[in-house]
């Protein structure tokens, strides 16, 4: 990101902090604090006056593309491709509200101008209005036919504007949601719009290259600016109105007199794309933010830059002063919303919790609260003081691109790629009116400064204005009073409203156990309606009855708007998991298929995806194999020829994070692996369709991921070759991204190479595998010559853990002194990144960090004599306590099976250190914490686990002459070994023998020969540890004699079994 003076266009600081590009900035009101929004999933926080990176918001699944701080700057708003909007509190960087709603990415997200109300703007098509206080969605706006690409409150907080995909711009009347005049003109996508703080003009910025200015009460095109060589991605007004900011893709910003249309000044200095541009409160300060990762801070007197704001590891999406001008917002493509103190540039916070890039960070009218739009399709509020997620604001089906506040504060408007507009109310969150509002995504909505017109722009190339809408809340209490239902019995029917409705009718759903009857059309109007409706219908889970809807469409009954809602409500719930909750075998298959191939509805993501998961699961369930091959074949085909490179590239990302979330289901590895699958041939398809070096670059690193990833999941050599591509990957990426021309890009490649060559260098034994684990640390240690302390502290952290579990990998492969070597260095790198992982802010990284630095430590401790040693293990065991502060048997079962088990082998190892009274207290609380996992995880693994610690301290307690104690535990492993099933291989079942010897010999020494006797004579043959169950009861018996162990009976025994292996031994 960079900072800017407008005046001169000088470069004022480069802020990098981010792991992918910044796809937003925002300033806080105070103008001291820059937040940014980026594609590594963070929002980051800075201070704008010396570029310092105060905090990073963490919380989002996916790319964050968008903040906006609240009014009164205490609160941050982030919207992400994981469909949340979230709230931070920007004081402690904490997730106040997580808002969940949109169908899609939220792209954009803004506060009314009184902080009450969020709007975020989805790649869903629709824009939602949230209420802040509770989370509450209080509409939904549609009316774009794309993805809602940006959204902005007018200053009165009574209009709301978003523009779209669709090359549109849609104002909004708030209070009513009704749609005000359509503004057209561009020859492209509408990508952002923003007010004059008189309300009076609304300025629009376009893939056409040119900025637009109307005369929002008669819709007249009073300007067009030209100047710019690249597409306009934000444009942004100053506070007096006077000048008007733009950034574009040919990498410039330029400031235009509002009055004449004259061209200012033009700042150059960012490296990619400006997808972002906000001015300070108080007009003296103009932050943008770029693909090149950064928040730039420009004086606008002078055109000089003040600092650079980097913390951010993507594309800087979007950029939102707070309202007292102290803090500055950024969203951005890695998922992030930062938190950025304006005067220093310091990051202060950085908010996650979207799962997709996040598109737009709006404030709050009183700056407490940030509204964020993402791809994930949500609105998120966040506490701006804290970064604290507040509220996240679920509804559009697709990306919410923009988010604007109601000049009140009381609504959010959001606008996304669903084409629809949505309205919240800000306190609750709730879902106020949602509408069709363009016929392609919405990029952008902005509130006139009145709050009673919000304004639109979509890809569909036109800008529209709405009245705001008075409906506070969609529920079917709101249909009863509007008419559009009536109550009969226990029975609803949809009435004829206005002498709609006159045609065929036919059953739709049954929602809360009532039936919905006599849905019909007639006009245009109403099938808008119904289209609206069905999705809410299907949400309820109606999918039977969804169906009876698609078998009607052939009497007339519904049009072709309806069918492809429908066709791509349905789809996107099989994205959406949901067809693990129902039945649809046999109901979804060749026609619904084909109806989907011969419509441009495909090119929808979710549709796209729920494609292919569809056809997962009829794979799954057991549908004719050649039925599913041949639609997904078709599928393949049909979008090979239509698809642009992006598409692809997008498709794969969204492949990939489906699998990751089916890798985290219980039985979600086939699923898993078949959508990598899916993701690596997308990525493929990308390649060979992407021109430029740079593009080539990202998808063979992304490629790279999905392979990496897919291997892991993948046994033998298959997924032996997959790791290897994925390293060829990489390395091929490196190439175009270069340390000198792309130092964070050849970072994270480099990280990326060496997580692959470790996954691939563990598998394989011998040199060949030690030379890929050198690799590895290699590859590790170039990121490091990027990933500093002081400059990127979170990545450096990582890079350091990464390092320590190489080295902990090759320790194990070494000699006795290269590998205490290695492990020391491990524990120093563990305990550096321990340092930025602290609990208080980092808790699981804290956690899986401690968890990883108490195996070397115990590794040490066990391959070291003496008061060393003993020290040694006692810091493992102080180590893996302190993980299992994080790591609870409530939140994070398996992460505390994993540590508790840890725990256990390290205290059994210290008690057999210490030996005597000491020991055996120690080895007692090592069994007592493999009980508890055993009763909370009963499987096979867990019970080998305690069955062999069990027969490990009847041996340590025989030797303390404790041999009631010693059977009675060796009793309790015995049971245990008969529970086990196929879970145990039977060549380690097998070695559990040893628990039988431990038995007979607390037997004989309680004078129980002949129950002794008999054990040792079962066994007597059986292989043991490289032996004989009798070698080795034979080596027992002279460690007794070692130890000084004596009883009346023990040389007795000792000649019955001389004979006994002289007689089995043979001449």
Not at 13 to 28: M, P, R
Not at 1024 to 1038: I, M, P, R, S, Y
Request: hydrophobic share 40%; with cysteine.
């Amino acid at each position: 990101m960079k900072l800017w003076e407008p005046a001169t266009g000088k470069l004022l600081a480069s802020l990098q902090g981010h792991d992918k590009e910044v796809y937003c900035i925002a300033w806080s009101p105070d103008g001291k604090t820059l937040a940014s929004a980026s594609g590594d999933r963070s929002v980051k926080i800075w201070e704008a006056a010396t570029g310092k990176l105060l905090t990073t918001l963490q919380g989002h699944s996916d790319s964050v593309r968008s903040v906006a701080w609240s009014s009164d700057g205490k609160t941050l708003a982030s919207g992400s491709n994981d469909r949340a909007v979230k709230l931070w509190e920007v004081s402690t960087g904490r997730l106040v509200t997580n808002l969940q709603g949109h169908a899609d990415a939220v792209l954009a997200v803004a506060w009314s101008p009184d902080g009450k109300t969020l709007a975020s703007g989805s790649s869903d098509k629709a824009v939602k209005l949230w209420e802040v206080s509770t989370g509450r969605q209080l509409a939904q706006l549609q009316g774009h036919a794309d993805a809602v690409l940006g959204v902005a409150w007018s200053p009165d907080g009574e209009t709301l504007a978003s523009v779209s995909g669709d090359k549109t711009l849609m104002l909004w009347e708030s209070a009513t949601g009704e749609l005000l005049p359509s503004l057209e003109g561009h020859s492209a996508e509408v990508r952002s719009v923003a007010w004059s703080p008189d309300g009076e003009i609304l300025a629009s910025g376009s893939g056409d290259k040119t900025v637009k200015l109307w005369e929002a009460a008669s819709g007249k095109l009073l300007m067009t600016l030209l100047g710019h060589t690249g597409e306009v991605f934000a444009v942004a007004w100053s506070p007096d109105g006077k000048t008007l900011a733009s950034g574009s893709g040919d990498k410039t910003v330029k400031l235009w007199e509002a009055a004449t249309g004259k061209l200012l000044l033009t700042m150059p200095g960012h490296t990619d794309w400006i997808l972002s541009v906000s001015w300070s409160p108080d007009g003296k300060t103009l932050a943008s933010g770029s693909g090149d990762k950064t928040v730039k801070l420009w004086e606008v007197a002078s055109g000089k830059l003040l600092m650079s704001l980097q913390g951010h590891t993507d594309s800087v999406w979007s950029v939102a002063w707070s309202p007292d001008g102290k803090t500055l917002a950024s969203g951005s493509r890695d998922q992030m919303i930062k938190f950025w103190e304006a005067a220093t540039g310091k990051l202060l916070t950085s908010s996650q919790g979207h799962t997709g890039p996040v598109c737009s960070v709006a404030w709050s009218p009183d700056g407490k609260t940030l509204a964020s739009s993402a791809v994930d399709h949500t609105v998120k509020l966040w506490d701006a003081a804290r970064g604290k997620l507040l509220r996240s604001f679920q509804g559009h089906s697709s990306g919410v691109f923009s988010v604007a506040w109601s000049p009140d504060g009381k609504t959010l408007a959001s606008s996304s790629g669903d084409q629809t507009i949505k309205l919240w109310d800000a306190a609750s969150g709730k879902l106020l009116r949602s509408f069709l509002a363009h016929t392609d995504g919405v990029f952008s909505v902005a509130w006139n400064p009145d709050g009673k017109i919000l304004a639109s722009g979509s890809v569909d190339r036109g800008v529209k204005l709405w009245e705001r809408p008075t409906t506070s809340e969609i529920d079917l209490a709101e249909y009863v009073r509007s008419g559009w239902i009536r109550l009969v019995g226990s029975e609803m029917v949809w009435a004829p409203n206005d002498n709609l409705l006159r045609d065929q009718s036919f059953h739709v759903a049954n929602m809360r156990g009532t039936t919905l009857l006599g849905i019909e059309r007639s006009s245009e109007g109403s099938a808008q309606k119904f289209a609206e409706e069905l999705s809410l219908f299907l949400r309820a889970g109606n999918f039977r009855e969804a169906i009876a809807v698609w078998n009607a469409r052939s009497t007339g009954a519904v049009d072709s708007t309806v069918r492809d809602k429908l066709l791509a409500a349905l789809s996107a719930f099989a994205a959406d998991d949901f067809l693990k909750k129902t039945t649809w075998r046999g109901i979804w298959l060749t026609e619904q298929v084909e109806a989907i191939l011969s419509s441009e509805t495909m090119l929808d993501p979710a549709v796209s995806l729920g494609m292919l998961r569809l056809g997962t699961q009829l794979a799954l369930g057991g549908a004719q194999e050649a039925e599913v091959v041949a639609a997904r074949d078709s599928f393949n085909a049909r979008i090979a020829g239509i698809a642009p490179q992006s598409w692809f590239a997008a498709f794969g990302r969204s492949l990939q994070a489906a699998a990751t979330d089916a890798f985290g289901t219980a039985n979600g590895v086939r699923e898993g692996r078949k959508l990598l699958q899916d993701a690596v041939s997308a990525y493929r398809s990308a390649l060979v369709k992407a021109d430029f070096p740079q593009d080539q670059a990202k998808i063979e690193n992304d490629l790279g991921n999905a392979l990496q990833e897919l291997g892991t999941h993948t046994d033998g050599e298959e997924g032996r070759k997959l790791l290897q591509d994925a390293v060829a990957a990489f390395r091929s990426a490196l190439e175009v991204r270069t340390k000198a021309d792309f130092p964070q890009d050849w970072a994270a490649t480099q990280n990326n190479l060496g997580i692959a060559l470790q996954e691939l260098g563990t598998r394989i034994e011998g040199e060949e595998g030690r030379k890929l684990l050198e690799n590895t640390l290699t590859a590790y240690r170039s990121a490091l010559e990027v990933y500093t302390k002081d400059s990127l502290p979170e990545s450096w952290a990582m890079i350091q853990y990464n390092v320590g579990t190489a080295l902990d990998a090759l320790g194990t492969r070494s000699g006795v002194e290269e590998a205490r070597k290695l492990f020391q260095d491990a524990v120093s790198t563990y305990r550096l990144a321990l340092e930025v992982r602290t609990k208080a802010n980092f808790p699981q990284d804290w956690a899986a960090t401690q968890n990883n630095l108490g195996f070397v430590l115990q590794e040490l401790g066990t391959r070291t004599d003496g008061e060393e040693g003993r020290k040694l293990l006692e810091d493992a065991v102080a180590a893996y306590r302190s993980a299992l502060e994080v790591y609870t048997k409530t939140n994070l079962p398996q992460s505390w099976a994993m540590s508790q088990n840890n725990l256990s082998t390290a205290l059994s190892a210290l008690g057999n250190r210490l030996g005597g009274a000491e020991g055996l207290k120690r080895e007692r609380e090592s069994i007592e914490l493999l009980q508890e996992v055993a009763a909370s995880q009963p499987d096979d693994s867990s019970r080998y686990r305690l069955a062999s610690a069990l027969g490990g301290l009847a041996w340590d307690l025989i030797l303390n002459s404790q041999f009631a104690e010693a059977q009675k535990r060796c009793e309790d492993a015995q049971k245990l070994v008969s529970e086990i099933g196929t879970g145990v291989e039977k060549k380690n079942n097998d070695k559990l023998i040893f628990i039988q010897g431990n038995l007979a010999h607390a037997l004989l020494f309680q004078g129980h020969y002949d129950e002794a006797l008999a054990i040792y004579r079962q066994n007597w043959d059986k292989p043991l540890n490289g032996k004989t169950f009798g070698e080795v009861t034979l080596d027992d018996f002279a460690e007794f004699d070692k130890v000084g162990l004596t009883h009346p009976d023990l040389s007795r025994m000792k000649q019955e079994l001389t004979g006994l292996r002289s007689k089995t031994s043979g001449p």
